[in-house]
């Protein structure tokens, strides 16, 4: 085991089983966005399970709508840990005003994509709300992005 190679900038915040950090990776000039298990969860806990579940599902997988899962591992200490895309995005709520039926309409088909594509990979996220998705610039202007598959299934 080593130490997780990412170098954290800030927390971003705490999930129900895992911290969130901004980190950089060093050697590929980029930010990335690391989640640890959080200590308190036993290695064999049904938490731990699942979060190196999704981690081995969502590895190097790419997805429309959903965000990257890089790499992951376990650190010296015996914490799970695993390092996704950095996405520069804003929430729903910063970007589309109230009664733009035709962004909602656009985010609501966006955000199914998405979920079709981790259900096809046998994995339900079970916490979708505005807050799990980002908005990220595209050629069309924006596209949704989910995050925070935390206590996916």
């Known amino acids: 085991m080593a130490l997780c190679p990412y170098r954290s900038v800030r927390p971003l915040g705490e999930g129900s089983v895992g ?7 060093v050697p590929n000039r980029r930010f990335v966005v ?4 959080r200590a308190e969860f036993n290695q064999n806990s049904q938490a731990a399970r699942r979060f190196r579940r999704e981690a081995e599902r969502m590895a190097g ?5 959903v965000i990257r ?11 799970t840990w ?17 009664g733009d039926g035709c962004s909602v309409h656009r985010l609501i088909r966006g955000v ?3 979920l079709d594509e981790l259900h096809g990979l046998g994995i ?7 807050d799990n998705v980002l908005l990220r610039s595209s050629a069309d202007g ?5 995050i925070d598959l935390g206590i996916a299934k």
């Open 61 to 65: 997988a790419s997805f429309l709508g």
């Open 19 to 25: 911290d969130v950090h901004l980190c950089v990776d």
């Open 142 to 146: 924006w596209e949704p992005i989910i």
């Open 82 to 98: 695993m390092a996704m895309e950095f996405v520069d995005g804003l929430p729903p709520s910063a970007v589309i005003p109230p």
């Open 112 to 114: 199914s994509r998405g």
């Open 69 to 79: 899962v890089n790499e992951w591992g376990v650190d010296d200490y015996g914490r």
């Open 34 to 37: 690391v989640k640890w298990l």
């Open 124 to 130: 339900v996220h079970r916490d979708l709300k505005p």
